[in-house]
Every structure is written in C-alpha cells, then in structure tokens.
C-alpha cells in the first residue's frame, strides 16, 4: 500500500488504480491524489497492531468504492472484452484481503475467500487470452516463455478453484502467493533497471506486490479457520 501510494504521488499516473476512471468525474486529479494519500497512510497503520484495523477498514471501503465506481462499469460496458474482467479482479483481490484482515464474521471472511477465488479466474485466463503479451514478460534466461505462460495461467485457475471448493483452499492461497510474489520479483525489477523513468512498470510492480501480499492474507486467513 504504501508503494502504490508513493509511486501515484511521485508518477501521478495513479497507480494503475484511477486509470479507468471516468474521464468527467470533477477534480479526478485530484481525487487520484487524496487516494495516493490514503494508500500511503493506510499502509502505514497496517504496520503496527493498534491501527491495522483502522486502517484495513478504510481500505475496504476504498477498494469497494473503486471496484464500484470505475470497475464494474468498465465490465458492464465490455462484458466480452477479458481485460475488463481482469482489472476489476485486480482490485477484487486487494479487497479481499483487507476484508480479511479486520472482520472475525465467519459468513463474511467465507463472502471474501469466494470473491477472491473468482478473481483469480480472469487472473488465470489473461495469460491465455494474452498470450502475445504475457509470453514476453518472462525472464530471458528462461527458456520455452509460451509454456510458462500458459502454466502459471492454468495454475492460477487451479488454484481459484481449489479457493473455491474448499480443495485444499490454504495450499491454494499459498501457492498462488508465492507465483504471484516470484512473478513480481523475476518480472518488474528487470524491466524497471532497464526504464526506471517509466511509471507504468513502477505501477505494475506496486500493484502485483500489492496481490502478492492479499494472496498471503488470505492464506494466513484459511490457515486460523481451518
């Protein structure tokens, strides 16, 4: 969180958080500011144990209010075009987590954990979809980027599937962590050494960060139900 709200203050390219905003919304700059404020604060508060409620709450609210506002209607327009779906499951996965780290509501932490498996659906099925586009994101060194690119996309819909049907759900949300944290770390960091003046790779690499850790809550999460 506080990297996203440190690279839409730096960048003012918001984040990859307000880009599908409507482009009439009043003082949308502005707007986009105060929520690069607020991620940055929140992610502050969730640092120390006497404001992490506080301040997962209002992320709740933030994400719920962003899922509602510039995501859904994106969907609603484009309910064939895959990247619609994948943004708002972007921003469905941050909710989630912050979800999860407040409530102790059985029926609502269950809510959350079914959210989060069908976001990583349109996750999963982008790399398919995309192909011509996620097959070079994979590192040089490695070898055969078609075949990894349809494997971590296939493992992401196991794993929502897992999440979704209780098959082995915190294995799931673990593994689908650590892909999602080994792609953020083998993926942006390269990129961002060869264009380090270009704010979308550092907004790529703030929000699959931003994943990484919701997968890692969720997981946590499993973990203490179960």
């Known amino acids: 969180m506080i990297g996203l709200g440190v690279v839409g203050l730096v960048f003012g390219d918001f984040a990859q958080v307000w880009r599908s905003a ?10 986009a500011y105060a929520s690069a404020v607020l991620m940055l604060a929140c992610g502050v508060g969730l640092l120390w ?27 609603i327009k484009h309910p064939l075009i895959e990247v619609a779906w994948q943004g708002i499951a972007h921003l469905t996965m941050l909710l989630t987590a912050a979800w999860m780290l407040f409530t102790a509501d059985k029926r609502a932490v269950h809510f959350a954990r079914l959210l989060f498996g069908l976001a990583l659906i349109p996750i999963g099925l982008a790399h398919f979809v995309y ?26 819909i196991a794993a929502a599937f897992g999440v ?12 689908e962590a650590a892909l999602l944290a080994a792609f953020t770390f083998l993926v942006w960091p390269p990129l961002i050494v060869a264009s380090p003046t270009k704010p979308g790779l550092w907004s ?17 999460s499993i973990a203490k139900r179960e």
């Open 22 to 31: 409507p482009t009439w919304v009043p003082g949308r700059q502005a707007l």
């Open 49 to 75: 144990r006497r404001t992490e409620a506080a301040s997962s709450r209002v992320l709740l609210y933030y994400w719920a209010l962003l899922v509602v506002l510039t995501q859904l209607p994106v969907v």
């Open 131 to 156: 192909l011509e586009l996620t097959a070079p994101l994979v590192p040089g060194w490695l070898p055969y980027h078609t075949f990894w690119a349809y494997f971590t996309g296939a493992a992401q």
């Open 204 to 220: 790529e690499f703030a929000i699959s960060w931003a994943m990484s850790a919701a997968a890692w809550v969720v997981a946590a």
């Open 164 to 175: 979704l049907f209780g098959i082995y759900p915190q294995l799931a949300a673990v593994m």
